[in-house]
């Protein structure tokens, strides 16, 4: 399997303005890279004009550097140090130092004034460079950005090598799946759209493929003796290779992919089992695979696995917690109104290590309803992974093209609770502070579609920043009832 997450070797380069001492820029840069204790490449050239810039930016590049820190030691020169941004092709934080490690006229800097003609600069230039709420700060204090903005730009540099890829038309009634690939091409995302004839020629191309064993027996020690139906896993573990080849096989120019596919209404009966299994040991390698060829759900999976460098989950926002449930599981238990609470919901397609330990290999009641005859066994409805999703700090998220064009996301942090659902599918109770007006003034008021991403922890402060630095400017969040939402009724 293919490395589908990138790996970010940081440069860290230090500017300064000529007319400022420049070995006060060299020394607090140092003490930068000693910080970061080796996290960072320590570029040689200190840029005080274009052509030390462009020898800058050459030593970054020759060292393999894809994102770096541009450090303004003292004052800095404005022109060269923001065409940094624009000769490296990759994202740049800039940042600032703090006085206090030397005299204030020999060792003063004034970086605190020079970040605001970077800034000025940048803008000017129509150049994207990510600063932090608070740039200037001490060799510690940057270290501790530099942390932040690793994920950020993993993000960033995985949104912009990344191939989505689609089988399938949005399903019947699915619409709200469906969204301007504008947004894409807008975020430098590449998309390829197939048939599901494509994918059921490949399938069938791989059938007694001499590595199906191998997965299969993976298939098997993931998920334990009794919680599988052993007469599928070849099946399935055909469709996982065949999945894999295509990425390699169509990625093309670009680096990483996501999937999108279609997984009914004619998937099962043609493959002989539902995706979703398969579709959840992807997600947890990386590869995202969407439900229902949502393209935006992929693409915001992807970004929330570069973030928090871990399995990541789609699922729809789908019911509310009964008030008798709630009253008894979770009232007085834990500090959340009922409606704070929802049900998170999709068939079978989170992974493994996110769900409890009775997690095992089902079949899709809904779908087997409508698909097959009623009273029978199931057949080709099976190969759902299911159980409650296990308690834990959650993120819920989503990057989103509307209808007239324009990208717009939200944010809520919040958690799933460890109270049981006794429901099926891939399922857990959520709770996240003010969801009840979030969901009006928000996701129904906005017009969003029902299928949230989910990051496991609290990654909403980096998710903002990679979204800000993508250009996104209707980003919205859970807000407190101290700050009501421009469409909530003052008299209500």
């Avoid at 624009?86 to 130092?97: E, L, Q, R, S, T």
């Avoid at 959520?430 to 922890?457: C, D, N, S, T, W």
């Amino acid at each position: 399997m293919f490395e589908n997450i990138p790996n970010v070797k940081l440069g860290l380069i230090a500017v300064s303005r000529d007319c400022f001492p420049r070995p006060l820029s060299e020394m607090r840069r140092a003490n930068i890279a000693k910080a970061c204790a080796g996290g960072v490449y320590e570029c040689p050239v200190t840029v005080e004009n274009e052509n030390d810039m462009l020898k800058a930016v050459a030593d970054v590049k020759a060292a393999e550097c894809n994102a770096l820190v541009v450090f303004l030691g003292n004052f800095g020169p404005e022109t060269p140090e923001t065409l940094i941004a624009k000769y490296f092709d990759g994202p740049c934080m800039f940042v600032a130092a703090a006085e206090g490690d030397g005299d204030l006229i020999n060792g003063r800097g004034d970086a605190y004034c020079g970040m605001l003609n970077c800034s000025y600069n940048l803008g000017m230039r129509h150049l994207k460079g990510y600063i932090p709420e608070y740039p200037v700060g001490t060799a510690e204090d940057i270290a501790k950005m530099i942390a932040d903005f690793i994920p950020i730009a993993r993000a960033v540099i995985g949104v912009k090598n990344l191939k989505i890829i689609t089988f399938g038309p949005r399903p019947q009634d699915f619409f709200a799946c469906n969204a301007p690939i504008k947004g894409l091409y807008e975020l430098g995302v590449e998309i390829e759209e197939n048939s599901e004839l494509d994918l059921l020629v490949s399938y069938k191309a791989h059938a007694g493929d001499a590595r199906i064993p191998a997965v299969c027996e993976d298939m098997k020690k993931e998920m334990g003796e009794g919680r599988y139906y052993a007469d599928m896993l070849e099946r399935m573990a055909q469709f996982e290779l065949t999945l894999l080849d295509w990425a390699e096989g169509h990625k093309g120019a670009r680096k990483y992919v996501a999937f999108a596919d279609k997984c009914w209404p004619a998937f099962p009966e043609q493959f002989g089992f539902e995706p979703c299994y398969v579709n959840s040991r992807l997600a947890s390698h990386g590869i995202p695979v969407a439900c229902e060829v949502d393209i935006y759900g992929a693409l915001s999976e992807y970004i929330g696995a570069c973030i928090s460098h871990d399995a990541v989950t789609l699922l729809d926002i789908n019911n509310s917690v009964p008030a008798s449930l709630f009253e008894t599981e979770i009232k007085g238990k834990f500090d959340y109104t009922l409606t704070d609470t929802f049900m998170g919901f999709h068939c079978g397609n989170t992974p493994s290590c996110k769900l409890c330990a009775d997690r095992a290999v089902k079949y899709q009641l809904i779908q087997h309803r409508l698909l097959e005859p009623a009273g029978s066994e199931p057949d080709f409805t099976r190969g759902t992974l299911e159980a409650d999703i296990a308690a834990s700090d959650i993120t819920f998220y989503r990057l989103q093209c509307d209808s007239d064009g324009n990208l717009r996301s939200y944010i809520a942090e919040g958690e799933i609770l460890p109270v049981k659902t006794g429901s099926f599918g891939g399922i857990g109770i959520f709770a996240i502070p003010e969801m009840g007006r979030f969901y009006r003034h928000v996701l129904v008021q906005k017009r969003y579609p029902h299928h949230g991403a989910v990051a496991f922890g609290h990654y909403g402060k980096l998710l903002f920043e990679v979204f800000k630095f993508l250009g996104v400017a209707d980003i919205a969040y859970n807000q407190p009832k101290s700050l009501p939402y421009p469409t909530e009724n003052p008299f209500a």
